[in-house]
């Protein structure tokens, strides 16, 4: 059974740093991609960002490039999110996926002073 | 980036009604497309994928279907259960990019 479980959510000033993990089980995060999508209060879904299985390349959408940073770590089976420069706009829930079969519960990133 | 919109962004409607929801992308995407179902509170959970297969599990009053740039899910008979908001997303270009949803609530 596949399942992925975020966590590292938490309260942090505008401008901060916060690091997301996502740790997967019933598949190897070497061999799927996985991507990060995030909800906003009240609103839609936003895709963030993807590590691609074979060769693990990177995309990330105009929103959040240069600010985030998708990696893994293949010994852990797990995904990382880190998210630098943080704004008020990005406060909401971020979830991890394999988009087309499974998502994990999320995780909410509050950035406030 | 390619754009999704979706139509209605909201609809009431009865147990036992059939409901199609359209979406519609903003250049082709061959058949790139899924479908997602969202209750409050809860993580989206996938329906269809590449624009008419069935996720494991979906029952099949669930349907998809398009390709191009228009897309269609469809329930065939609408269930107490089946009230949630529904996303289409495209996968066939990077950045992947979502529609607005259509609330689906009772009438």
């Known amino acids: 059974e596949v399942q992925l479980l975020e966590s590292g959510g938490g309260l942090v000033q505008p401008g901060g740093s916060l690091r997301l993990s996502c740790a997967v089980s019933?598949?190897?995060?070497?061999?799927?991609?996985v991507s990060w999508v995030r909800q906003a209060p009240g609103k839609g879904l936003e895709w963030v960002s993807v590590?691609?299985?074979?060769?693990?390349?990177?995309f990330y959408a105009d929103s959040v490039k240069g600010r985030y940073t998708i990696s893994r770590d293949n010994s852990k089976n797990t995904v990382y999110l880190q998210m630098d420069s943080l704004r008020a706009e990005d406060t909401a829930v971020y979830y991890c996926?394999?988009?087309?079969?499974?998502w994990g519960q999320g995780t909410l990133v509050t950035v406030s002073s | 980036d390619i754009q999704m919109t979706q139509s209605p962004s909201s609809l009431s409607a009865s147990v036992g009604d059939r409901v199609t929801i359209t979406c519609r992308a903003s250049?082709?995407?061959?058949?790139?497309v899924a479908w997602f179902q969202q209750k409050p509170g809860k993580a989206p959970k996938s329906l269809i994928y590449a624009a008419s297969s069935l996720q494991s599990g979906v029952p099949s009053k669930f349907s998809g279907s398009g390709s191009g740039t228009d897309f269609t899910l469809t329930i065939s008979s609408l269930q107490p259960e089946d009230f949630a908001t529904y996303y289409c997303q495209q996968y066939n270009n990077y950045p992947f990019t979502f529609g607005p949803g259509t609330k689906v609530d009772i009438k």
């Open positions: 019933g598949f190897s995060v070497s061999s799927r991609a």
């Open positions: 250049q082709g995407i061959s058949s790139n």
């Open positions: 590590i691609t299985g074979s060769g693990g390349i990177t």
């Open positions: 996926a394999q988009l087309t079969t499974s």
